[in-house]
């Protein structure tokens, strides 16, 4: 099997459109209850973050995946995440601080709602609109050999 990048996030962080950039493709954005499959990706449906009773299936989702991204809006950083949320995953983590070149105040709050999540190490602030940060999630995503 195959072993794919879990995106994971709250409605409307972003998602979709980093599935896309990672897939290269231009898929048309929807909202779905279902996960999507892509050539690279695992793309979680908001709601299965904001419903606690269905991280058992991020969780058995996760088993397929070679790393996991775990997103903040920094356009409106909602909190989202059970403390320590990022803990139940094996494989490696990354914390994305999505649309990065909106809203800058909300940086800090951003990170600190990474940390709370489990996020110790790599947080990268990114924006698919000005590529801000999208070379280094590359890197980031080729040292952890996500595919």
Partial sequence: MKKRIMIIGAGQ??????????NQTDRPLRKTQDAIYGRRTIDIPGAYLENPWM???????SQGASHILILVDQS??????????????????TG??????????????????????GIQEVILPISLRTGAGLAALERRLAATHAG
């Fill in 13 to 22: 962080s972003g998602k979709s459109t980093l599935a896309n950039w990672l």
């Fill in 55 to 61: 991280y058992k299936y991020i969780i058995a989702l």
């Fill in 76 to 93: 409106r950083p909602v909190e989202v995440y059970s403390p320590g949320f990022a803990c139940i995953f094996t494989c490696p983590v």
């Fill in 96 to 117: 994305i601080i999505t649309k990065c070149d909106e809203h800058p105040e909300n940086y800090d709050m951003c990170v600190r709602q990474l940390r709370r999540c």
